[in-house]
């Protein structure tokens, strides 16, 4: 059966350059002004018809993967086909770098942070428009330009590999590849934790991990990379897994509460315990030491504005109800990690409720759940591709986003309601 995991790894890689040409010609289709780099945006009225393709492109993503999932279940790798998926995934990392449209103006908004004369500046941008190709971050984000809602360790970096870029496009390249780094930590520290090839194969194979975090460079993947290196460290070094989510935090501030996961088990209760206030403390601290009053007071007084004003934003009242569910779920879920070691497999999904609005990179925060066990691991990645592709806002909104998270909301309820906990592995 493994013979035929280098053709599906081909036909992954086949479905990724499909989705980049289908998202060229929904910019080239779309009512967008000139930008230096095209963006499929929903406020632009791309055809519909191109997100109902994305979508079943996404299924098709998922059954491939599905395809690897059952390929190698049963029959060891050999040296070849390692060699042949190596090979398509350096290939699928360099359409995703080269990659001349995005679904997202995150990474305006990143060359913007990275432009501005310091890193506070992020969080009070000034009035002055940017010079040059730059002022199309102000047609984007406006004059000020929105501040910044991610952590002081995010726009440091941001500042690191995008401050002196001569372009929009070389500031983008920079971030693809602090990302692509990202990928490659997460990588090294599944592989480290003994995750199995399998879901290792499922990571590097998936167009849409490729698509999402390298080809848009949003930050998340790197935040998870954070936390996945604690969950290789806790056992040994418990302060180093502290540390770890505390980086995870200076990205993006709720992925605090993945201080349940890296210290979930069944060993002392009390110390445990006190090492997720440690690390809640030290997070408090040093984003206050790092960002200052201007970052507390955009996170928490401003985001009601971002959350009224973006078009794509989960509004309507039954989506609100969903979402608030699935953020009790996921609270539920993380609990009973940390007191009772205990996983839930589709519970993982209920994580990208835990910030103010639901986008499809947000995804990236279930693989710290799912890493407890290996099976949840796996079936998240299998069906990554496909929620990302409902989940996704470039378009004017179909359903399917709200389809997607009460699938996830009923999945979850039934599991936990059932008693099909498993063990995680800590």
Not at 389 to 401: C, N, R, S
Request: with cysteine.
């Amino acid at each position: 059966m493994s013979r035929w995991v280098v053709p599906l790894a081909v036909a992954a890689l086949l479905s990724l350059l499909g989705e980049q040409r289908l998202i060229d010609l929904a910019a080239h289709l779309e009512h967008a002004p000139a930008l230096p780099i095209a963006v499929v945006d929903a406020s632009f009225g791309p055809p519909q018809r191109l997100h109902v393709a994305l979508v079943a492109l996404g299924a098709v993503q998922t059954l491939i993967l599905w395809g690897v999932a059952r390929t190698l279940r049963d029959g060891a790798l050999g040296t070849g086909a390692r060699i042949g998926i190596a090979l398509v995934a350096a290939a699928m990392l360099a359409i995703a770098l080269g990659a001349t449209t995005i679904t997202s103006f995150d990474p305006y908004a990143y060359a913007g942070y990275a432009k501005l004369a310091s890193l506070h500046a992020a969080y009070a941008p000034p009035p002055e428009r940017f010079a040059g190709a730059f002022g199309a971050i102000n047609d984007a984000w406006g004059a000020p330009m929105v501040a910044s809602y991610y952590g002081p360790l995010w726009i440091a970096l941001d500042r690191l590999v995008a401050g002196g870029a001569p372009s929009l496009p070389a500031a983008l390249l920079g971030l693809r590849l602090l990302e692509t780094g990202a990928l490659g930590l997460l990588l090294v520290a599944l592989a480290l934790r003994g995750a199995g090839t399998l879901p290792l194969i499922l990571l590097a194979l998936d167009p849409a991990v490729y698509e999402l975090y390298v080809a848009n460079a949003h930050n998340d993947l790197l935040a998870i990379a954070f936390v996945a290196v604690a969950l290789v460290l806790v056992a040994r070094i418990p302060l180093a897994a502290v540390l770890c989510v505390v980086l995870a935090a200076l990205v993006k501030l709720p992925l605090a509460v993945l201080a349940l996961v890296v210290f979930a088990g069944r060993s002392a209760l009390p110390r445990r315990s006190a090492l997720v206030a440690l690390t809640v403390a030290l997070v408090l601290l040093a984003s206050w030491a790092l960002g200052g009053a201007a970052y507390f007071h955009d996170l928490f007084f401003r985001l009601g504005q971002v959350d009224a004003t973006a078009a794509h934003a989960v509004t309507a009242l039954s989506a609100r109800a969903i979402k608030l569910a699935l953020a009790l779920i996921a609270l539920i879920a993380l609990v009973a990690a940390f007191a009772r070691g205990v996983v839930w497999r589709s519970a993982g999904w209920s994580t990208i409720a835990l910030s103010s609005m639901v986008y499809p990179w947000y995804l990236a925060w279930s693989i710290a759940y799912a890493a407890l066990e290996r099976g949840a691991l796996v079936r998240l990645l299998v069906l990554f591709p496909l929620a990302a592709a409902l989940l996704d806002v470039a378009f004017a909104p179909l359903g399917l986003g709200q389809l997607a998270m009460f699938a996830m909301l009923v999945a979850a309820v039934v599991e936990i309601a059932r008693r099909r906990g498993v063990a995680a592995v800590v």
